[in-house]
């Protein structure tokens, strides 16, 4: 143990000087910067002008702000849920060993390894309203819907699309968890008479239940940084429907040219996700205590 | 392969990669253009530089292509923040005034031949940006549109009808050109729900943006009636409001034109060629019909200087702006693309080439210049185009929110966060619909 108490009291912070310098860099006074500017109105042209808390104010009043935050929830809590569950279903069919359940487990898997623009392209023909899934839709001789067109819809297609490629991550996860089972309880329970059901409910539920906490917060977090498919698919429309906390910061800055706006969305958004990390590492340890 | 050629290939890939822009041949003044058009246009804008860097020896101009007009000003914004902004880059119309008070753009009344650029005085901004007002000129109009109306000329000739010439007769042509039925159910009419072809409305409607006293009155009654219409058109299926925004909602209407999924659409006159080539079927362009009255805005960008640029680049890249508005590119990019040729002399050029004749698609939009409302100078009307109306637009196409009530909340939002002191009192002939300006 002597051997890693530092010689010098000084020794552990020039160990940690450069890691320390990178975060000061690129991450503290970036965020301090951005908390500074969001007190200004400022075009990046113009010199800034100091206006309080106003940017809050009017982001508050203007409802942009809690709209921005239902909408990324919503988005959020379909991803999570829709994601946990596909994952942990297509885990439990393909537990098992043979080249076939191998090829498809590689395959479902492939979705979440590719671009998130070559998704958002591919799903954008097929939800067009006048693309495949509408045509099958028809053929059935039901009316399909707009998924990208209508506002009440348009949010609930991008959830679908995000739940495609991430479920693949979810179910790896799963899958070593369910392997993780040791196979003598459920052989125990089969005797004792435990059903299919039973066994699901009373053993691989509460075993998996670390892996879900890690499954739910990452797929949480991710979800709530969702920018890309938003920007590919329906740039943050039909009517703002899917203008989630990422694509309004892009909007205000890039689009509206409002420095000061973005930079208060960029400080509330920061706040939100120091929570969500909190809970993550809540989970970490969850599942750390667990194993 | 050894592993140390492996490393020196992938070196020298990489930086071939990173450096990818051309570099400046030795003993030329360089000069960066920043641009905006794809496709088709952006290669003839190419070729046109690349003629114009072989005509000359001393000027080189590299054009870079920054993603469409709203990400290049992204870019051009953040890059003059930066102090690291090129020479020369084009800029949409609505936000010249802004980008001119924030003081960022060079004026150019005093370089060399400045006075004698013999501009279209509707594409030019007469009266309100350029000439008789009293600013010095900081934008050359370039890439300059109309929006026009297309049609499939086979389907109309199938219907026996002739192009709408009132909102009345698109009604009754999108009810009678689109067919909800069968194995390829066809849109009637289909039209980008943006500002640029709400302001037609509104013109048509006998409104304007702004009033003359600078008012921002965003068309009174006039810009309900615009919204009204397209509300009608939707509810009764005669028109598809295309998903996406902006610029991507343009790109499903012309692709929806192209598949024969929409039998007439609005878009911008920079497409003719594009949808002229790759139809197949006969194209037919025709003007926007009227309400009360003929009104089109106009639209495209403008050529701007950057006035933080070095001072030899900014010589170097009037240099080639004076070159591109000679008669013969103004010509070749008018007739490659579909914009308006901008200059008197490029219009004369193609009268006496007897283009039109040949060409009766490419004097729509020139014929519709007539009616061609002007752009007041106002440094809002950008923040007034994205934040305000282009929303509500959509809000109110896609759940039929009240129209009026819709612009009175956008007429409230707008004088609370933008003043409409902004808007110059007098220089604003906005909107100055049915001036024959072409007959100057």
Known sequence: MSLLRPRRATDPLWMLAPTLLLLAVFFFYPLGFAVYRSLFRWDLLTPPEYVGLDNYRALIESGELISAFTTTLAFSLVVVVGAMALGLGLAMLLNRRGAFAGFIRSAIFSAYVVSWVSVALLWMWVLDSQGVLSAWVSALGLTPLDWLGDPDVALYSLAAVTIWKIAGYAMVLYLAGLQDVPPVLYEAAALDGAGPIARFRHITWPLLRPTSAFVGTTSLIASFQVFDVVRVMTQGGPVRSTTVFVYAIYEQIFMNLRVGRASALVVVFFLMLLGLTALQLWAWRAKRGAS | ?440
């Open chain 2, 1 to 440: 392969m050894s592993r140390r050629a492996w490393l020196a290939g992938s070196l020298a890939a990489g930086g071939a990669l990173i450096g990818c822009a051309e570099s400046i041949p030795k003993g030329r003044q360089g000069v960066d253009l920043w641009f905006s058009y794809g496709g088709k246009n952006r290669q003839l804008l190419e070729r046109l530089v690349a003629r114009y860097n072989e005509s000359q020896p001393a000027i080189w101009v590299r054009p870079v292509f920054q993603g469409d007009y709203f990400e290049c000003l992204a870019k051009l914004r953040t890059a003059v923040a930066a102090g690291a902004a090129p020479a020369l880059s084009h800029v949409v119309g609505e936000v010249v005034p802004y980008l001119a008070e924030a003081g960022v753009l060079e004026p150019l009344s005093d370089y060399p031949g400045a006075g004698e650029l013999d501009f279209v005085p509707s594409l030019g901004q007469a009266g309100t940006w350029a000439r008789g007002a009293a600013r010095p000129l900081v934008a050359l109009p370039f890439n300059r549109s109309t929006p026009i109306a297309y049609l499939n000329g086979k389907l109309l000739k199938e219907a026996r009808l002739e192009p709408p010439r009132s909102w009345d007769e698109l009604t009754e042509a999108a009810r009678a050109l689109g067919s909800r039925s069968g194995a390829a159910p066809r849109w009637g009419f289909e039209c980008p729900i943006d500002w640029w072809f709400w302001v037609a409305l509104v013109g048509q409607a006998g409104g304007q943006i702004i009033e003359p006293n600078g008012e921002l009155s965003l068309g009174g009654e006039a810009g309900a009636q615009g919204v009204l219409l397209w509300q009608r058109l939707v509810r009764d299926r005669l028109m598809r409001p295309p998903p996406g925004r902006d610029y991507n909602a343009w790109e499903v209407v012309n692709q929806d034109f192209l598949a024969g999924r929409a039998a007439m659409i609005w878009t911008s006159t920079a497409f003719l060629r594009y949808l002229e080539e790759n139809a197949r079927f006969p194209v037919l362009a025709a003007p926007l019909p009227k309400h009360t009255r003929r009104a089109v805005p106009t639209g495209g960008t403008f050529f701007v200087v950057l006035r933080r640029a070095p001072e030899d680049e900014k010589r170097a890249a009037w240099e080639f702006l004076r070159w591109m508005n000679q008669a013969e590119q103004s010509v070749d990019w008018a007739t490659g693309t579909g914009y308006l040729p901008v200059t008197k002399q490029a219009v004369s050029l193609l009268e006496t080439r007897g283009y039109y004749q040949e060409h009766p698609n490419d004097r729509v939009a020139y014929d519709q210049l007539e009616v061609a409302m002007t752009w007041p100078w106002s440094r809002s009307l950008f923040r007034v185009q994205r934040e305000v109306i282009q929303p509500r637009l959509e809000q109110a196409v896609l759940t039929g929110t009240p129209a009026r009530e819709l612009l009175d909340e956008a007429r409230a939002l707008a004088r609370r966060e933008l003043g409409s002191s902004e808007v110059s009192p007098g220089t604003s002939s906005g909107a100055s619909s049915g001036r024959r300006e072409v007959a100057e």
